[in-house]
């Protein structure tokens, strides 16, 4: 069985950091590109980072690059994202996502509030 848990949302001032994680389990983790998407209230699902499944590619949506680093951790089936220099506009449930087989496969996300 499929399970993605996310953690390390939380209250954050804006220029703070945050790191969130991401456990997998119920399939063969190192075989597959893990990505992070946000969804902010009111508005559609956007991609945040995407990382191969060695780990030797990652790519960013525009208004994140610079800011956050994502990565993972094959013996440990982790994915993780390393939020930096927060915006009130990062405020947004975090999600993990595989793709297995060509199905998206969600966590049930964990939120991030950025604001003074």
């Known amino acids: 069985q499929v399970e993605l848990v996310e953690s390390g949302g939380g209250l954050v001032q804006p220029g703070g950091s945050l790191r969130l994680s991401c456990a997998a389990s119920?399939?063969?983790?190192?075989?597959?590109?893990m990505s992070w998407y946000r969804q902010a209230p009111g508005a559609e699902r956007e991609l945040v980072a995407t990382?191969?499944?060695?780990?030797?590619?990652?790519t960013y949506a525009d208004s994140t690059k610079g800011r956050f680093t994502i990565s993972r951790d094959n013996a440990k089936n982790t994915v993780s994202l390393q939020m930096n220099s927060l915006k009130p506009e990062d405020t947004a449930v975090y999600y993990c996502?595989?793709?297995?087989?060509?199905?998206?496969?969600w966590g049930k996300g964990t939120l991030v509030t950025v604001s003074s």
């Open positions: 119920g399939f063969t983790f190192s075989s597959y590109a």
């Open positions: 996502n595989a793709r297995l087989y060509g199905i998206p496969r």
């Open positions: 990382i191969s499944s060695l780990g030797g590619s990652t």
